[in-house]
């Protein structure tokens, strides 16, 4: 039985495939998600797990160059604009748009990882950088 890092499959699968400036979304349960790109779904009820402990959890296993949030949350929900921060100061290049601009990049992701988050604009797309 596998002992450090994801004990999900599916995330490990993603995260193993992913390449530079590859994308995925850490997303709350009401962000849609597209036909298209595959959902993780981790949601338990709301609330469980969190938008924190699935990004936490994601970040120590993941090299990421960039994030997308949307603007809104600035405003809506400053613990998430607070983490994101957190990020920029560890050398992660932040950027915010509109909440409907966040809606199309999330198109592009590799995968969405649905939580149970039920805070507004917990969503966040992460970039994958290089580890070399």
């Not at 962000?31 to 469980?48: A, K, M, N």
């Not at 290049?93 to 507004?120: C, D, M, N, W």
Request: aromatic share 6%; charged share 15%.
């Amino acid at each position: 039985m596998k002992k450090l890092g994801h004990l999900n499959r599916d995330i490990s699968r993603v995260l193993a495939g992913m390449g530079h400036t590859d994308c995925i979304v850490i997303a709350d349960c009401g962000l849609p998600i597209p036909d298209h790109v595959e959902c993780i779904d981790l949601s338990l009820q709301i609330g469980t797990p969190s938008y924190f402990a699935t990004l936490n959890s994601i970040l120590a296993d993941f090299q990421v160059e960039r994030a997308v949030l949307a603007s809104e949350c600035q405003a809506k929900n400053p613990a998430v604009a607070e983490q994101a921060e957190g990020l920029a100061q560890q050398g992660v290049q932040i950027e915010y748009v509109p909440h409907e601009q966040f809606k199309q990049l999330t198109h592009q992701a590799r995968a969405i990882i649905r939580t149970g988050e039920a805070s507004p604009y917990a969503n966040i797309v992460l970039y994958s950088g290089v580890i070399f």
